[in-house]
């Protein structure tokens, strides 16, 4: 069975940094996208940032210039650098891979805290 794991979260003060990092036990075939993704108290989970196969990026506008995804495609590992962190950055950030047949193994998140 698949499971993903995030790593990295934690208290931090606004301006500061931290990084994230998911990895994948088990064996998770023909892996497309990876992705982070977040929720805060009473919102919905929301997009962060995310990269294919091939190395492309996405990222929520709010986070552009702060937060960097890359992935480790021979360690099936995810990593997201978050820099200049706002208290509104404050949230549960969970990684998510996706198969080229659109499924999607979740992990269980990391809890991220930036206090102002």
């Known amino acids: 069975q698949v499971q993903l794991a995030e790593s990295g979260g934690g208290l931090v003060q606004a301006g500061g940094s931290l990084r994230l990092s998911c990895a994948a036990s088990g064996s998770i075939l023909n892996i497309n996208d990876m992705g982070w993704y977040r929720q805060a108290p009473g919102n919905q989970r929301d997009l962060v940032a995310s990269?294919?196969?091939?190395?492309?990026?996405n990222y929520a506008d709010s986070v552009k210039g702060r937060f960097t995804i890359s992935r480790d495609n021979a360690k099936n590992t995810v990593s997201l650098q978050m820099n200049s962190l706002k208290p509104e950055d404050t949230a549960v950030y969970y990684c998510r891979y996706s198969d080229y047949n659109i499924r999607h193994y979740w992990g269980k998140g990391t809890l991220v805290t930036v206090s102002s």
């Open positions: 990269i294919n196969s091939g190395g492309r990026t």
